[in-house]
């Protein structure tokens, strides 16, 4: 608790294990089981983790089509705030982009003591001060919250993870023992079941360092590799990455531009999609840019996370 990962892993101040993480599970119209009944800085930072299901609506143009219900997806959080536990306008975006999908969400959180509670206001720790990773998951998830011990693959298409301090701090240990860190056990538990299952699995910011721990020769990206006079704050989390054994790749956090005589037209809203492992990561707010870029980038994994529980 009193040691701090190396610079690039986490920085001064513990911000990274301030990012939460969460995961989502949706039901895919047309999947087999749709029709079958649905289940469910400093040492003192704070972080919850919680889990959304989601149900897409049908698309009902094909009037010979058999009604199905819409896909499940499963949120995971860590926490309530960046510095020790999910992320929230991560969190938040995520949602956003799952309620335009037609998805309907569950959300779920370790019950366990979080790692420590961060004073955000000062980003410094808060001496003596306890919190609940499921309690404080809670606050995002509007009440609506059940323990990630619940949550099984087999009731949903697709799970989400979203970043913030908490991913390292609750979900894992990266924050503390980077590359030889552990993942808490439900986390664990619910990659592997979501990867053996072929179903998606979405991960954003320092999140994909779950991926690339239980998850062995995964690609997976957390933005770029050098710091970029600033721009790229958490750098060296790719070189962590890359010594748990996973493929680290080199993305953007948002939009691609290609010039077109006098005018520059997107090309492409970035997130890396591991084919093979149906497994979607975008860079969040391992980048320092707009927020609305943020929100973009994330729209980007939610979307390709959607297209392959469909496939």
């Known amino acids: 608790m009193g040691r701090t990962p190396a610079r690039g892993a986490l920085r001064k101040g513990h911000r990274e294990s301030a990012e939460a993480c969460f995961s989502i599970a949706a039901r895919v119209p047309g999947l087999p089981g749709n029709m079958a009944s649905q289940g469910g800085g400093g040492d003192t930072a704070q972080c919850f983790s ?16 058999l009604p199905a219900p819409p896909p499940s997806d499963r949120q995971v959080l860590s926490g309530c705030g960046v510095y020790d536990g999910t992320e929230i306008h991560e969190a938040s975006a995520i949602l956003v982009h799952l309620s335009r999908g037609g998805a309907e969400v569950q959300i779920f959180a370790p019950d366990v003591p979080q790692m420590h509670v961060i004073d955000h206001t000062k980003g410094q720790p808060s001496e003596g001060e306890t919190r609940n990773v499921l309690t404080e998951s809670g606050r995002i998830a509007r009440g609506k919250i059940t323990s990630l011990a619940e949550l099984r693959a087999a009731n949903h298409d697709a799970a989400i993870f979203p970043g913030g301090f908490g991913a390292a701090k609750n979900l894992s240990t990266f924050a503390v023992d980077g590359k030889d860190c552990n993942v808490n056990k439900d986390v664990e538990r619910v990659l592997k079941e979501f990867h053996k299952a072929g179903k998606p699995i979405g991960l954003c910011c320092i999140a994909p360092v779950l991926a690339a721990k239980v998850l062995r020769g995964v690609e997976v990206t957390v933005g770029h590799e050098q710091e970029e006079g600033g721009k790229w704050p958490y750098a060296g989390t790719a070189e962590a990455i890359k010594a748990l054994g996973a493929k680290h790749c080199v993305k953007e956090v948002t939009i691609s531009f290609l010039a077109a005589g006098s005018l520059c037209v997107p090309k492409i809203v970035h997130a890396h999609v591991d084919q093979k492992n149906k497994v979607v990561t975008t860079p969040a707010f391992m980048c320092e840019t707009a927020l609305h870029h943020i929100h973009d980038g994330i729209g980007a994994m939610v979307k390709k996370v959607l297209e392959l529980a469909r496939k």
Do not use: G, H, K, N
């Open 50 to 65: 919680a889990v959304q299901m989601l149900r897409m609506t049908v698309d009902s143009s094909d009037p010979c089509a």
